[in-house]
Nanobody, 125 residues
Framework: VQLQASGGGLVQAGGSLTLSCAAS????????MGWFRQPPGKEREFLAA????????NYAHSVEGRFAISRDNGKNTVHLQMNSLKPEDTAVYYC???????????????????WGQGTLVTVSS
């Protein structure tokens, strides 16, 4: 499945931003989806995941309560709503697809087989 992430940009601390990811796969609903990020000079980290139906989600502790993942299977898209952004949220954000209806309890990069190209989010202080 091919993924195209968009929606990144520059935002002030405390602001909000919504990232979107469009998938080329017709059977999009067969995939669990996730969002990851890679801050400058650091490794890629898990942020959020959502099951095929959207009925279950999982978040990293660092973003739980501030970020929300959602999906629209009719439009083959997944979104990441980001609120109360902090300078430490500055990173390249990636969407990812997992050929499975669900995801592990603690998802990692290795659990997802398809990746988008990344979109840069910069949070100024």
């Amino acid at each position: 499945v091919q993924l195209q992430a968009s929606g990144g940009g520059l935002v002030q601390a405390g602001g909000s931003l919504t990232l979107s990811c469009a998938a080329s796969e017709r059977r999009f609903s067969y995939f669990a989806m996730g969002w990851f990020r890679q801050p400058p000079g650091k490794e890629r980290e898990f942020l959020a995941a959502i099951t095929w139906s959207g009925g279950s989600t999982n978040y990293a502790h660092s973003v739980e309560g501030r970020f929300a993942i959602s999906r629209d299977n009719g439009k083959n898209t997944v979104h990441l709503q980001m609120n109360s952004l902090k300078p430490e949220d500055t990173a390249v954000y990636y969407c990812a697809a997992r050929r499975s209806l669900g995801f592990p309890e603690r998802p990692t990069s290795e659990d997802f087989g398809s990746w988008g190209q990344g979109t840069l989010v910069t949070v100024s202080s």
